[in-house]
T-cell receptor
Framework: EDKVVQSPLSLVVHEGDTVTLNCSYE??????LLWYKQEKKAPTFLFML????IEKKSGRLSSILDKKELFSILNITATQTGDSAVYLC???????????FGSGTQLTVLP | KAGVTQTPRYLIKTRGQQVTLSCSPI?????VSWYQQTPGQGLQFLFE???????NKGNFPGRFSGRQFSNSRSEMNVSTLELGDSALYLC???????????????FGPGTRLTVT
């Protein structure tokens, strides 16, 4: 059974801090790993990673995948209160066209 | 371009009843997936439809079913509702080009179902 584990489950930081969110996975026939941000609504897409070692970057957010060690990290620099959300990691594997989600990391950024 | 829309946004039903939820994907997207999100289990895959055919199904009982229409709109149905079916039901659509899916799934706002 495919498994995706995120850590930490929750994190509280102050504005300006840098955070690193972790996602590890155990799947058969890995295809891609995706990061989503979920506030009080539907998840919004952040990144899709398929190759090891290639950093994806968007503003203050960046992510990288390690297919040998089976994990990914999401970095957020100079955090702002608007970054407060649940960050979800999902993996697509095998021939199934479904995403297996981790339980998410609840990030709270205090002013 | 309009996003994924879901109706209704909120629904309250009693145990034993059935419910139908609707999802309209982004124009041009033919793949529609359904997910259930609960505080205890997180986001779990229900099923995926493409060109009116169910391509994949998650580990949910047969009370959960779905279908897709020729315009790619999709519905999911839950029969004989149980208290544990209370959840946020999310629909997501994605684009496929020549059989290759762009993995980005765009989520709708969800339908919040409460079973009493």
């Amino acid at each position: 059974e495919d498994k995706v584990v995120q850590s930490p489950l929750s994190l509280v930081v102050h504005e300006g801090d840098t955070v690193t969110l972790n996602c590890s996975y155990e799947v058969t026939n890995f295809r891609s790993l995706l990061w989503y941000k979920q506030e009080k609504k539907a998840p919004t897409f952040l990144f899709m990673l398929t190759s090891s070692g290639i950093e994806k970057k968007s503003g203050r957010l960046s992510s990288i995948l390690d297919k040998k060690e089976l994990f990914s990290i999401l970095n957020i620099t100079a955090t702002q209160t608007g970054d407060s959300a649940v960050y979800l990691c999902a993996v697509e594997a095998g021939s199934a066209r479904q995403l297996t989600f981790g339980s998410g990391t609840q990030l709270t950024v205090l002013p | 371009k309009a996003g994924v829309t879901q109706t209704p946004r909120y629904l309250i039903k009693t145990r034993g009843q059935q419910v139908t939820l609707s999802c309209s994907p982004i124009s041009g997207h033919r793949s529609v997936s359904w997910y259930q999100q609960t505080p205890g289990q997180g986001l779990q895959f229900l099923f995926e439809y493409f060109s009116e055919t169910q391509r994949n199904k998650g580990n949910f009982p047969g009370r959960f079913s779905g279908r897709q229409f020729s315009n790619s709109r999709s519905e999911m149905n839950v029969s004989t509702l149980e208290l544990g079916d209370s959840a946020l039901y999310l629909c997501a659509s994605s684009l496929e080009i020549l059989g290759a899916r762009t993995y980005e799934q765009y989520f709708g706002p969800g339908t919040r179902l409460t079973v009493t």
